[in-house]
T-cell receptor, first 115, second 118 residues
Framework: EAQVTQNPRYLITVTGKKLTVTCSQN?????MSWYRQDPGLGLRQIYY???????DKGDVPEGYKVSRKEKRNFPLILESPSPNQTSLYFC??????????????FGPGTRLTVT | AQKVTQAQTEISVVEKEDVTLDCVYE???????LFWYKQPPSGELVFLIR??????QNEISGRYSWNFQKSTSSFNFTITASQVVDSAVYFC???????????????FGQGTILTVHP
């Protein structure tokens, strides 16, 4: 089954404790992205990656890091989480080729609470 | 810079009513894609439709229809004869396309919460 998986699905942590949210896709997609969803703000892109070792900032990159060492994986790293990073996070993947469609496929979401 | 505006924060209708969700976008690009996604109460994001900037044909899929008008930079979504299962948050999104690729950069609107009452 074609899918994007994220782990963990729920996470409660304390300020300053480094954490990683994993993301993996099995569709051989070139592009992957991270978004955060906050009430009234929709989804905002944090980082995106066009291929292995190629990443770029989205609209709200502050406080986040990413890496793309393998095509299928795109982890999101919060080195020193703060309460304003409490949010619902989505990973997504997309084909680079128009014939396969430019829509993004989303993971199930990770609800992060930073206290 | 790209921007997507969904001015309707919340809409409440009674089952079987028709409802239109508005989406207005801003972009300087001549080539772009527009999308609608649905987020039901379970939280996942479900792709509904994509439309490229060169294709202004309206589309109908069952009870769903989409009206794309480049002249007004709008991509509105209509649900005919709404049902309780249509209750969800609906997002409109815009993707730049350059050199035949979209670069994976997607800009979302704020979302419209649709509640359909029985």
């Amino acid at each position: 089954e074609a899918q994007v998986t994220q782990n963990p699905r729920y996470l409660i942590t304390v300020t300053g404790k480094k954490l990683t949210v994993t993301c993996s896709q099995n569709m051989n997609h070139e592009y992957m992205s991270w978004y955060r969803q906050d009430p009234g703000l929709g989804l905002r892109q944090i980082y995106y990656s066009m291929n292995v070792e190629v990443t770029d900032k989205g609209d709200v990159p502050e406080g986040y890091k990413v890496s793309r060492k393998e095509k299928r994986n795109f982890p999101l790293i919060l080195e020193s989480p703060s309460p304003n990073q409490t949010s619902l996070y989505f990973c997504a993947s997309q084909s680079a080729f128009v014939k396969r469609g430019y829509e993004q496929y989303f993971g199930p979401g990770t609800r992060l609470t930073v206290t | 810079a790209q921007k997507v505006t969904q001015a309707q924060t919340e809409i409440s209708v009674v089952e079987k009513e028709d409802v239109t969700l508005d989406c207005v976008y801003e972009t300087r690009d001549t080539t772009y894609y527009l999308f609608w996604y649905k987020q039901p109460p379970s939280g996942e994001l479900v792709f509904l439709i994509r439309r490229n900037s060169f294709d202004e044909q309206n589309e109908i899929s069952g009870r769903y229809s989409w009206n794309f008008q480049k002249s007004t930079s709008s991509f509105n979504f209509t649900i005919t004869a709404s049902q309780v299962v249509d209750s969800a948050v609906y997002f409109c999104a815009l993707s730049k396309v350059a050199g035949g690729t979209s670069y994976g950069k997607l800009t979302f609107g704020q979302g419209t919460i649709l509640t359909v009452h029985p």
